[in-house]
Structures are given as structure tokens and as C-alpha cells.
């Protein structure tokens, strides 16, 4: 009754002040109750859910879409870039679902008919280049005139059993948190790139180019999500495509728990740890709040925590706490500044 | 070969001078040939066809992105009417590869902040209510910030075997040409809409809102696709999107085909033939060219072509010849002209 009363409310407001997680908030359960009879997973998680019919099997299904300005900046991306990074987004949301494995998609393409043909060939080669090594199919698409240049792509992928799928509301008290690779490498790729930290300059530029390669071209991380499917302990799993906060927040929400974040854990790159040491706080905001690194935040029981710890699979970040206990983050053991002081820093 | 060597030639040139059908015609059969080793059917038909599974049925999936100023205008299209549409030549593509049931599907919008909330919450209405008239379920999506307003739908449909899909590569010479619905209502509507054809603006209101209903609010023909796979000899299919001439073009390249069309027999609505009283080359162009009607093309051996016109499922235009015979437009038995001479009036 509550969320019905602001939506009449908002209907006269524009999109800007409810803000994009707002309009998903206000569209999806209305989606979901209006439209969506067949999907077992209800809208909300990184991809849907859908029986593929007698063979019990489950068809999981994405969409993103990137839009020149907004999602990338061509001054800096290559049209390979592009096209692997489009594809490989959508391949990190059937990762964020579990062991799921990548079956067939299509892309539609928005291009200016001044873009060389070339443009195309190379964005299509990027795209080739990561379909392939995943054996992912593109087995259709559009293609139409556009302003600015947007790639959307739809992904279908394939679960052999509801227990294959690991969903973002299945966190408990007691449980760990972890997360795979290394975070903050892709925002402060991004903060180079834009050329907006200057102190970041002066890193090599090998290190300067490895971190941008992080925003650039992220890597699925499909073989890590069927592991953590396979321990039986993950309770809760998605992407960190909007930083580890904002994962673990969203973890909170779908789960109605509580957390603890431990900074000095956050697992930072080899060129993150050395931009750290000239600049601790930089690196530090964007490894706890940095998006698109694209990597598995989840929650574990203790035992599949440490099975996966063991093998290097994930790093351990904090702790599931209770509902009332809400989000604490901790540096060395000290309270630190609230979550909201790190919004600034999502893009 | 020969092929690959225009890919070389034209990678330097722009996309404007290739044209979109050149970009279609070069993108996809490479990435058919380096991507879709599932595809049962190839790039290039109204959508895409994969083995669903062990269960044995198949997966159609299609995309369609529709970009503002581009495909549609927002000082006559109501946000209604968008949602409609953009679902509409999504099913529209399902129902031209045959007896296809519509599935679940994903939604991407790309939409400025600005844009009051009510814009989005009609846009979704008129797209739930398509949706559910064809027991489709919208599962989920992606909401952006774009300069554009951007709808892309990817929609997955089911086929339980093979011999229910109809592509546009099986037309034989003996074949009739036959069409659902009328033509050239969506062009007519079109050009009211425009303001460019000030005859037309002569004619009652109630015919003008009429045939701009066809343009806005497309109805995808699902229920005769299933029709025409019944008949069992219905041996090529596609949607009007482009016209029924560009739809019996793409069936001759298919099919390695000759045709005829018999302008005369080309079925017009109501409206079109009382504005065919005062601009009669007008409404047979519209009839001929003029896209978006998204009522089915298709080729039937002379049995099946008979019952279909028995009960009233379509209309007889023409007939399928041998390959050497080319592209003959007739008009109450009198050769016309050129169908070059049409193309100023695709979109």
C-alpha cells in the first residue's frame, strides 16, 4: 500500500528525481505481477528465469545495453573493445545466476551510416573473439540507423536444474561474504582514462594500461560462478557491476540481512596495491564502491567459504549480519564513514 | 570469393554507402559462419532457430530495436503506442517463421532522465497489454539513460518440431504469392501523420485516424501463421515489414526464384480504396512499397493457396516463376514499371 501510494505520487515526477534504481524499483514488480506467468525467477536478479519445457531444463535470459556517451566514451574504446565488453556484460549476468552455461543471443546494433564499415567488422570481431571462447552463439540481430551508437544485446543461457541457480535472497547470518579477482581495477582504469585522477598519471604505463584493460574488457567469470554452484554453500551470488557496496547492499535488500565489509580486505591488483601506496584512500573508495568490475560478490556458508578461500577461488570480505544489525564497514578493525559517503563515487 | 573481395573494398567505405541491406547482407553470413553452431536455421530469416533441448522443441528468438526520429515520433506516437509497436514487430517476426508460440522475452530502454514517470508507466501498459493478448510474458530488462528514447525487445517464441516453421527459401516455380490482411495502410498513415501527402488529408477524419491506427498500432498475425502451417503446403513466409515488394524480392533471393505481381489484386482496405477513388497511383505505390504493414508474405503450392483463399485467410498477388523470368509487376494484365521506380517510397 505503501509503494502504491508513491507511485501516484511520482507518476507527475520526472524519471530524474525517482533516479534509475527507482524506476526499476517502481517497474519490475509491476512486470512481474502483470506479465510474468511462466518465469520461476521472478524479475529483479541479474537474468530471468524460464522452464525450457519437457526436458526440465531452465532457460536463463538477459539484456543490456550500452549506449555511446553513457556506457563508453570512443575516444578511448576500440570498436573490438566494444563489442567484447557488450557481449561479455551480458555473459557476467548468466554468471551472476550460477552455473549456467551460455547458449545463444542476439544483437541489435543503433550505428550512424557516416561509421565506416570497418567500425562494424572490428566491433563484430570483438564480439566474435568472446562468443567464441565461451561457446556462445549470436545467431541473429538489427541493424538500424542511430545518433549515437547503442549496442543491445539479449542472452540466453541454459540451467540443468533449479539448484543450479543461486539467487541474490538466499543470505543468512552466519554466512561469509567473498568475492572473486580483484576489485576497483576498472574504476580507477576509468579515473585514467578520463584522465580525471591526475596523481594516477604518473603510474607506468603498463600499470596505467592494465587497469584501464579492466574497464575495457571484463571477463565473465562463468567458470568461477559453476565452482561456488558446486560447494552447495553459496546462498546468495550476483556481479559486481555496480561495485562491491552497492552488491553487498543489494545482497542486504533481497536477503533481509545485515553486513560487515572488512577494508583491508578488499582483494586489490598488483597495479591497485601500487597506486595504493601513493594515493590509500583513492584506491581504497574505489575498491569498496568502483563499478564494472564485473566480478562474483556472494555469501557462503563457513565450510563452502572455506573450501573456496582454500583454493583461491575467492577472497573473504566481511560477514552476513542480522537485519537489525544493517551495513557496517570496518577498516582494521574501526568503524568507518557511512555507505552514503561513497555514492559519488558509483557511476 | 568474389564476395570477399567486396569485403575488402568496402571495408574503408562508410555504412551510408553500403546501405543497411548491404550491412545485413555482409555482417551475417559471417557471423553465421564463425558464431552459430546451433543455429538449426541461419542468420538472415525473420529470426533465429535453436534446439531447445532434449525435449525436442525449438527456440525462435528475434530482436528488434526501435530508436526515436528514427523509427517513430513522439509529436504523433503515444507512449501507448510505442510500447505496443515495439513488442508487436517482435511477435510479427515469430509469426513469420510459421507456427511459432510467443514465450517470454526482454525489454531495453534507453530513455532521457527527464521524461515525466507516467511516460514510462503508458509505454509498459501498452506493451503489457499486447503481451498478454499473446500470452507473452516480459521477464525482464534493462533501463538507461539515453538522448534517444531506445526500445530494443529480444522475444523467444517455441516450435515443437521442425515442419512447423516456414522459411523464405522454399518457393517454387508453380507456387501463387499470397498476402494476409491489406497493404499499404501503415504508408498511407504514414504520410497523414507526416502532413506529406495534402490530398489525403481531404479524407474524414475517422478514415485518417484509421489508417494511422495500422502504422501505430501493428497487430502481429500469429493466429494465421498457424493457419498457413496447417495447409501443409504453404513453402515460403515472412512479414511485410519493408512492403510486400521488398517481401517477394527477399523471397526470390531466397528461393532462387522468378515472380509476378498483379497490382490489381493487391488487398485494400476499406479506407485505402475510397482514397483510391481520388489518388489512385498513390494508394497502389502504398500498396506495393509502402512498409510496416506486418501482415504476411508468403508462397503456397495451388491446393493449399485455394484453401486459404476459401476461408479467407489471405489474399491472392501473384505467382512464384522460374529465376530467368526475373520480377514482373502486372497491372490488369499491362507490364509496369521497373520496381526501381518504387524504391523512393520504402522507408
Redesign the interface.
Given at each position: 500500500l505503501g509503494a502504491r501510494t508513491r507511485t501516484n505520487k511520482?507518476?507527475?515526477?520526472?524519471?530524474?528525481a525517482?533516479g534509475?534504481a527507482g524506476?526499476?524499483g517502481?517497474?519490475?514488480p509491476?512486470?512481474s505481477r502483470?506479465?510474468?506467468?511462466?518465469?520461476s525467477v521472478k524479475?529483479g536478479d541479474d537474468?530471468?528465469?524460464?522452464p525450457?519445457?519437457?526436458?526440465?531444463?531452465l532457460?536463463v535470459?538477459?539484456?543490456?545495453?550500452l549506449?555511446e556517451?553513457?556506457?563508453f566514451d570512443l575516444d578511448w574504446t576500440s570498436p573490438e573493445d566494444l563489442g567484447h565488453k557488450a557481449l561479455a556484460v551480458n555473459l557476467s549476468d548468466l554468471a551472476a545466476m550460477g552455473n549456467v552455461t551460455p547458449?545463444?543471443?542476439?544483437?541489435?546494433?543503433?550505428?550512424?551510416?557516416?561509421?565506416?564499415?570497418?567500425f562494424?567488422?572490428k566491433l563484430?570481431r570483438g564480439m566474435?573473439r568472446i562468443?567464441?571462447r565461451h561457446?556462445?552463439?549470436?545467431?541473429?540481430?538489427?541493424?538500424?540507423?542511430?545518433?549515437?551508437l547503442?549496442i543491445?544485446v539479449?542472452a540466453?543461457g541454459?540451467a540443468k536444474r533449479p539448484s543450479d541457480l543461486i539467487l541474490r535472497s538466499g543470505a543468512r547470518p552466519g554466512d561469509f561474504i567473498l568475492a572473486t579477482g580483484t576489485a576497483g581495477d576498472a574504476a580507477l582504469g576509468l579515473k585514467i582514462l578520463q584522465k580525471k585522477a591526475p596523481a594516477l598519471l604518473n603510474l607506468p604505463a603498463g600499470l596505467r594500461r592494465e587497469l584501464a584493460a579492466r574497464l575495457l574488457r571484463p571477463e565473465p567469470r562463468l567458470a568461477a560462478a559453476k565452482k561456488l554452484v558446486k560447494t552447495g554453500g553459496v546462498t546468495s551470488l550476483l556481479d559486481s557491476s555496480d561495485g562491491i557496496l552497492r552488491s553487498v547492499q543489494i545482497i542486504r535488500e533481497a536477503s533481509h540481512v545485515g553486513a560487515e565489509i572488512w577494508l583491508e580486505r578488499l582483494p586489490l591488483s598488483g597495479a591497485a596495491q601500487i597506486a595504493a601506496r601513493q594515493h590509500p584512500q583513492l584506491v581504497l573508495d574505489a575498491a569498496l564502491a568502483g563499478g564494472e568490475d564485473y566480478e562474483l560478490v556472494f555469501t557462503a556458508r563457513p565450510a563452502a567459504a572455506q573450501a573456496l578461500l582454500a583454493d583461491k577461488t575467492a577472497s573473504l570480505i566481511g560477514r552476513v549480519l542480522n537485519f537489525s544489525e544493517g551495513l557496517q564497514i570496518y577498516h582494521h578493525g574501526k568503524l568507518r564513514r557511512a555507505p552514503r559517503a561513497y555514492e559519488h563515487f558509483a557511476r
Amino acid at each position: 500500500l505503501g509503494a502504491r501510494t508513491r507511485t501516484n505520487k511520482t507518476s507527475q515526477r520526472s524519471l530524474n528525481a525517482v533516479g534509475e534504481a527507482g524506476l526499476l524499483g517502481r517497474l519490475l514488480p509491476k512486470l512481474s505481477r502483470e506479465l510474468s506467468r511462466s518465469a520461476s525467477v521472478k524479475p529483479g536478479d541479474d537474468a530471468a528465469v524460464v522452464p525450457a519445457g519437457p526436458g526440465g531444463r531452465l532457460c536463463v535470459i538477459t539484456t543490456d545495453i550500452l549506449i555511446e556517451g553513457v556506457h563508453f566514451d570512443l575516444d578511448w574504446t576500440s570498436p573490438e573493445d566494444l563489442g567484447h565488453k557488450a557481449l561479455a556484460v551480458n555473459l557476467s549476468d548468466l554468471a551472476a545466476m550460477g552455473n549456467v552455461t551460455p547458449g545463444f543471443g542476439v544483437v541489435s546494433l543503433g550505428i550512424s551510416p557516416k561509421k565506416p564499415v570497418a567500425f562494424v567488422d572490428k566491433l563484430y570481431r570483438g564480439m566474435a573473439r568472446i562468443a567464441k571462447r565461451h561457446a556462445f552463439d549470436i545467431v541473429g540481430g538489427d541493424t538500424v540507423r542511430s545518433r549515437d551508437l547503442t549496442i543491445s544485446v539479449a542472452a540466453v543461457g541454459w540451467a540443468k536444474r533449479p539448484s543450479d541457480l543461486i539467487l541474490r535472497s538466499g543470505a543468512r547470518p552466519g554466512d561469509f561474504i567473498l568475492a572473486t579477482g580483484t576489485a576497483g581495477d576498472a574504476a580507477l582504469g576509468l579515473k585514467i582514462l578520463q584522465k580525471k585522477a591526475p596523481a594516477l598519471l604518473n603510474l607506468p604505463a603498463g600499470l596505467r594500461r592494465e587497469l584501464a584493460a579492466r574497464l575495457l574488457r571484463p571477463e565473465p567469470r562463468l567458470a568461477a560462478a559453476k565452482k561456488l554452484v558446486k560447494t552447495g554453500g553459496v546462498t546468495s551470488l550476483l556481479d559486481s557491476s555496480d561495485g562491491i557496496l552497492r552488491s553487498v547492499q543489494i545482497i542486504r535488500e533481497a536477503s533481509h540481512v545485515g553486513a560487515e565489509i572488512w577494508l583491508e580486505r578488499l582483494p586489490l591488483s598488483g597495479a591497485a596495491q601500487i597506486a595504493a601506496r601513493q594515493h590509500p584512500q583513492l584506491v581504497l573508495d574505489a575498491a569498496l564502491a568502483g563499478g564494472e568490475d564485473y566480478e562474483l560478490v556472494f555469501t557462503a556458508r563457513p565450510a563452502a567459504a572455506q573450501a573456496l578461500l582454500a583454493d583461491k577461488t575467492a577472497s573473504l570480505i566481511g560477514r552476513v549480519l542480522n537485519f537489525s544489525e544493517g551495513l557496517q564497514i570496518y577498516h582494521h578493525g574501526k568503524l568507518r564513514r557511512a555507505p552514503r559517503a561513497y555514492e559519488h563515487f558509483a557511476r
